[in-house]
């Protein structure tokens, strides 16, 4: 069994992308239920588990996991979660530190130029990131987020499989996440105002 796992981590670590697949099928739905028992919230625990595959894909050249594949993926995906909850109380925090003056001052309306010009900026800043993915990842974000495709009807319209479909959508959002994580302050306070 360890030879096997062996065997799958160095054909992964060669960009076998069949045998990255294995590992995600045979753990995925194992690592979401040890998330989700963190987080308490089904879709941010399968967001966190993707986030943790993604991240291996891009290391996997040099990722060194000294413990078997599995406790190597339950750490991170535990790590992530806690990351996950610290993040979220931070936010809550620094929206409930916003006094009424500053809330005005960010409202997102025509008549706050301020509020007029982040929007504006964010927006053209949203674009270029999108039109800066990859074109087949480009086309499938748009027909998810603009069009409100399902990710089974992008797969019939593009003819790929669903898998195909969700894994561009989480290349896209990763990148998208990357591209405007300056901008992350802001939408996250206009969110919460």
């Known amino acids: 069994m360890e030879s096997s796992n062996q065997q799958l981590i160095e054909n992964i670590r060669n960009g076998d992308i069949a045998a990255f697949e294995l590992l995600y099928r045979k753990y995925y739905i194992y690592l979401c239920l040890i998330s989700e028992h963190i987080v308490r919230n089904p879709s941010d625990a399968e967001?966190?588990?993707?986030?943790?595959?993604?991240?291996?894909?891009?290391?996997?050249?040099k990722v060194e996991i000294t413990v078997s594949i599995k406790a190597y993926l339950i750490k991170a995906v535990?790590?992530?979660?806690?990351?996950?909850?610290?993040?979220?109380?931070?936010?809550?925090?620094?929206?409930?530190?916003?006094?009424?003056?500053?809330?005005?001052?960010l409202i997102w309306d025509n008549n706050y130029p301020?509020?007029?010009?982040?929007?504006?900026?964010?927006s053209e800043a949203l674009e270029q990131a999108i039109n800066a993915l990859p074109d087949a990842c480009r086309q499938i974000f748009i027909l998810s987020r603009n069009d409100n495709m399902k990710y089974s009807e992008i797969a019939n319209?593009?003819?790929?499989?669903?898998?195909?479909?969700?894994?561009?959508?989480?290349?896209?959002l990763a990148r998208l996440r990357e591209t405007l994580k300056d901008y992350l302050t802001v939408i996250i306070l206009f969110i919460f105002i």
């Open 47 to 61: 967001e966190i588990v993707s986030d943790v595959f993604l991240r291996v894909w891009k290391i996997r050249e």
């Open 157 to 172: 319209k593009q003819g790929i499989s669903v898998n195909t479909v969700k894994t561009q959508m989480k290349i896209a």
């Open 78 to 105: 535990y790590n992530a979660s806690l990351n996950h909850l610290e993040s979220n109380r931070l936010r809550n925090m620094l929206t409930q530190s916003l006094s009424n003056s500053d809330s005005e001052l």
């Open 114 to 122: 301020l509020g007029q010009l982040f929007e504006d900026e964010i």
